[in-house]
DNA sequence: TTGAAAGCGCTAACAG
DNA sequence: CTGTTAGCGCTTTCAA
């Protein structure tokens, strides 16, 4: 059995009453406060959250509900999540639903019953029918990475199709006219916020932007693939956007494979591959999404939600290189 | 206020004991049964986890302690430990210490007082120190990766000495001679088992290994400057094993660099980048951790701890591709 | 099969 | 500044 206030009470001769307020801020006589500390350790005493929660009405942990954990941008948003919400003293209850809407909502109950006080999550489809069971119980949440059609969550998003927009000019900038997309499914908002974007950026440049779009399947192979397809097609193709991180690995091999040297024969510009590929080869641009700030933002977005606040929809700029 | 127990009482007309029985699989009533459905239906009941953990003194969460998420071997570690213990109806409490040993401590700490029924640690070091209020409290513990010194504690860990001798061995096989190894630090454990490893199948080989050595800081940049030293100290190189992943990342650049041919002018082996580089350089060979099985198999001696088993030292064996 | 009652460890009035 | 008392939502004897 651990210890509790109880063993406290009885070590230093006073009541749990005084413990616990001891624990919670207020003045305790010297004397006394001295023996409560010597007694904390002695014994090894760790207060029990869920004891003080029931009690509370606030568990003082909050849920992340993620399509995949294993992928760079969650882990990197995750990662201050994590941070920002241990410097307020709040846990992290993570649930990975494979971006499977039924694991989502599943989900959702299940973080519900650990009695979490507010939800950031990364939906797994542009609905928010799986979070229905926490709006309908008032639960504070965020949703990131993409737009819901909820107006009780707040919003933390990229600005897409300005970043979309502003990398195809870039592109254009450089004098290059062979500017081709390679996209992700349009059924997705965010997907066709971003070749909105290029698009918008193609017209306004007086450029006919069809026939240089190829369709990937947000995969290395896919990217890969529609690279390969967009090169045979236009073996003049003297620049290229790919919306998507693993689409940008596969289309990157592919026009190193074709012998195309980046920034001079064509120029490249990708998704959040910041690593290894700007290193290998020095002429590739990349869009890096503030993962640290929207991270930050999210988290504290939720907590200001939690002490009351209000929803709010977020858009942040991606950095480009 | 959120529905209870007692509201499903009031409802059905039944007593909160009744409904906690049936929650808890005792035989009520066909009648009663569905009454009580209709009512968690009807009112969207969700248990309260924390109450319950109180009287149980089971929490069914479990924290994950880790020097850093935003890494590929933590991210896929942790996915599987997720989906593992999700599968138990376990919950997952998640703590980035950033490889700070004070951190862990209190971390340590945190997570007891979230009252966890167990936890499962990728040390930021290889002590144990920090875990000793846990183990204090002879929480079910399980550590990741490395070894710490207490007894008390299971432990997964990779076959590292026997992992780097057959990669040497490996590259020894092809017919080279000249085979390096960058090293990651040595007052780490697993950092002097990997080199061991390599330096063993050296010497069975009847070669010379210390003059082909050479100590990279675990950094894609450190990587990148010890393949460039190592390869102008020995021009004539023709092996390398590179005994961490992001040393792997820079040394395979550095390589690049130098115009060498993957698996042609140097057999290079490196670690975990499963990804883009043999991608890119088909000639490239590859130790991959077995993350999947290494975060199932942590999680099922956690459970099995948490059930009253014993303690158990696990090695698993990578693969090497 | 169901109910009454007690209690897990803590906090929140309210008195003293 | 400290003690008394009640109760958060649930489970667990024990009786009925």
Do not use: W
Not at 196 to 223: H, I, K, N
């Amino acid at each position: 059995m651990n210890i509790t206030i109880k063993d406290l009470a009885r070590e230093t001769g006073l009541t749990s009453a005084t413990i616990s307020a001891y624990f919670n801020g207020a003045s305790v006589r010297p004397y006394n406060r001295d023996k409560i500390e010597r007694a904390v350790e002695k014994l090894g005493y760790i207060r029990n959250d869920y004891a003080r929660a029931l009690r509370t009405h606030r568990s003082m942990t909050v849920g992340v509900l993620l399509p995949e954990l294993y992928n760079a941008f969650a882990a990197g948003v995750v990662t201050q999540i994590e941070d920002t919400l241990k410097q307020h003293r709040y846990g992290l209850l993570i649930c990975d639903c494979r971006s499977d809407v039924g694991r989502e909502g599943e989900a959702v109950r299940f973080l519900q019953s650990k009695t979490v006080d507010g939800l950031i999550v990364i939906p797994s489809s542009d609905s928010a029918l799986s979070l229905d069971s926490a709006i309908s119980k008032n639960l504070p949440l965020v949703a990131m990475d993409r737009y819901t059609e909820s107006r009780n969550i707040s919003h933390v998003v990229l600005s897409n199709r300005k970043t979309a927009r502003e990398v195809t000019a870039r592109i254009l900038a450089e004098g290059r006219r062979k500017v081709g997309v390679i996209y992700g499914d349009q059924s997705v908002f965010k997907s066709r916020e971003r070749l909105s974007g290029y698009r918008e950026a193609m017209r306004e440049a007086g450029l006919d932007a069809e026939s240089f779009e190829e369709c990937g399947d947000l995969t290395m192979d896919g990217g890969y693939e529609a690279m390969k397809r967009l090169l045979h097609a236009h073996p003049d193709l003297d620049g290229i956007f790919i919306t998507s991180y693993e689409m940008t690995m596969g289309a990157a091999v592919a026009v190193d494979e074709a012998g195309l040297e980046f920034g001079k024969d064509i120029s490249f510009t990708g998704f959040d591959c910041t690593k290894l590929l700007p290193r290998l080869f020095p002429g590739i641009h990349m869009v890096v999404q503030p993962l640290q700030e929207m991270g930050r933002v999210a988290a504290e977005t939720l907590l200001s939600m939690i002490e009351g606040g209000p929803v709010r929809n977020i858009v942040l700029d991606a950095e480009i290189i």
